[in-house]
């Protein structure tokens, strides 16, 4: 059963800034488009940033400029780098995997919370 297990969450103030690490029991990194989502209390789960296999990044317009995705296929692990954070980014991140042939997701991670205070 493949895994993917997030770890980095916690409790920041503002303008502080978080690494989140999502670790895959096998290669599914390398063999997908690993990305992260995030879900504030009483909204949609929202796609965060996404990496392909070539190292194209897509995120979200509220991120761009302050979250980096990353990728290390040797480890299985995908990495968001969040800088910068507001209390508008306080949600349960999620990493996720998707085939390439497919806009949705086939793994998930169990999510990790992010709290940034003011």
């Known amino acids: 059963q493949v895994q993917l297990v997030e770890s980095g969450g916690g409790l920041v103030q503002l303008g502080g800034s978080l690494r989140l690490s999502c670790a895959a029991s096998?290669?599914?990194?390398?063999?997908?488009?690993p990305g992260w989502y995030r879900q504030a209390p009483g909204k949609q789960r929202e796609l965060v940033a996404q990496i392909t296999s070539g190292g194209n990044r897509n995120y979200a317009d509220s991120v761009k400029g302050r979250f980096t995705i990353s990728r290390d296929n040797a480890k299985n692990t995908v990495y968001l780098q969040m800088n910068s954070l507001k209390p508008e980014d306080t949600a349960v991140y999620y990493c996720s995997a998707r085939p390439t042939y497919s806009d949705v997701p086939t793994y998930w991670g169990q999510g990790t919370q992010v709290t940034v205070s003011s």
């Open positions: 096998r290669s599914i990194v390398s063999n997908n488009v």
